[in-house]
């Protein structure tokens, strides 16, 4: 194994950036030749004029425009999902309502109908307020998701 000295590395790198260096200016002089040919060829040319742009038009349909089975079938089954989950919300709230203790009515959670917590009673207004709720949002799902009469 030799060792370089620093100036071989030197001369050596120095040999390299003059190659480099000279390699872009020779596509430097390329590139501006290549320019001043292509202006000189369109000196004489006049430019075209813009085509005309053609915008398409729609045409009428013939028929009828009719909505196929598939949606309608996707849309029947995702408006009943809506009305069968709201539904079992609905049971599910009345199954297990909300309980509460004592006379200003601190919340004792919720439990199973027959078996309510020890000394506590419903919670009729707060049961009545989620039911509401709970109907209100099927209704939005149920008509967001209604399916459409077929045309056919």
């Known amino acids: 194994m030799t060792l370089k000295t620093v100036s071989d590395i030197s001369s050596g790198m120095a040999r390299k950036q003059n190659e480099t260096e000279d390699a872009y200016d020779r596509r430097i002089r390329e ?4 320019l001043a040919e292509s202006r000189s060829r369109n000196v004489s040319a006049t430019p075209a004029p ?3 742009i053609e915008i398409p038009v729609p045409k009428e349909p013939d028929e009828p425009m009719t909505t196929s089975a598939a949606p309608q079938k996707k849309s029947l089954a995702a408006w009943r999902l809506v009305l069968i989950v709201a ?3 609905v049971v599910a709230m009345a199954l297990f309502p909300p ?3 004592y006379s200003p009515c601190s919340a004792a ?3 199973f109908i027959l078996r309510p917590p020890a000394g506590a009673r419903m919670d009729t207004a707060r049961l009545t307020i989620q039911i509401l709720a ?3 949002v099927a209704a939005l799902l149920s008509l ?3 399916p459409t009469p077929n045309n056919s």
């Open 31 to 34: 590139a501006k030749e290549r």
């Open 99 to 101: 309980w509460c203790r």
């Open 50 to 52: 813009p085509e005309p």
């Open 144 to 146: 967001a998701f209604r």
């Open 109 to 111: 959670g919720y439990a």
């Open 134 to 136: 709970a109907v209100v």
């Open 87 to 89: 539904a079992l919300v």
